[in-house]
């Protein structure tokens, strides 16, 4: 399990906004636990790039086919039952890339890396709201002044979270 202070609160605050704009779905049930599960994964991943030792690496085998099993299973579903999911991997995907590339370069805890799984992260908003409303608004779709609705509404929450988790980055 992650031991970083800040990456507990970047994992479950996104899916909260996502949720209380956009409203919860049944594929949520599924989504979650496959954004939780391949953040674990990324994790595990990180610690067996910079473990040397072959003793030590197989001992994260386990968590790592583990975490990165139940990310695939999960995900798969997801997708069977909203296709749609698949337009977010032109976003995350990419920043996955960085963040494992970082890792891979012994740099895990760079300003790169960060920024990319902080971005990432903050992604899960406007993804959890996606499965909600499927782009319709929802029961917070609009702002407390009525002045934005839907997704400008949406995008500027999670503007506003990416700012503070990215920013929290070199904290």
Request: glycine share 10%; net charge positive; charged share 10%.
């Amino acid at each position: 399990m992650p031991n970083y202070h800040g990456a507990w609160g970047m994992l479950v605050l996104p899916p909260i906004v996502g949720i209380a704009a956009g409203g919860w779905s049944r594929v949520d049930a599924l989504a979650l636990p496959a954004w939780w599960f391949a953040y674990f994964s990324y994790w595990v991943l990180a610690q067996w790039m910079r473990t040397r030792t072959a003793r030590k690496r197989a001992a994260l085998r386990a968590p790592l086919l583990t975490y990165s099993a139940a990310t695939a299973v999960l995900a798969v579903l997801a997708l069977l039952l909203a296709p749609y999911l698949v337009r977010w991997g032109l976003l995350l995907v990419p920043l996955a890339v960085v963040a494992i590339h970082q890792a891979w370069r012994g740099r895990e805890r760079s300003l790169l890396s960060g920024a990319a799984t902080t971005l990432a992260a903050s992604l899960m908003a406007p993804v959890v709201y996606d499965l909600g409303t499927g782009g319709r608004g929802g029961p917070l779709g609009e702002s407390p002044d009525g002045s934005l609705t839907g997704w400008p509404w949406m995008w500027l929450l999670t503007g506003l979270l990416a700012a503070y988790f990215v920013g929290a980055v070199p904290y």
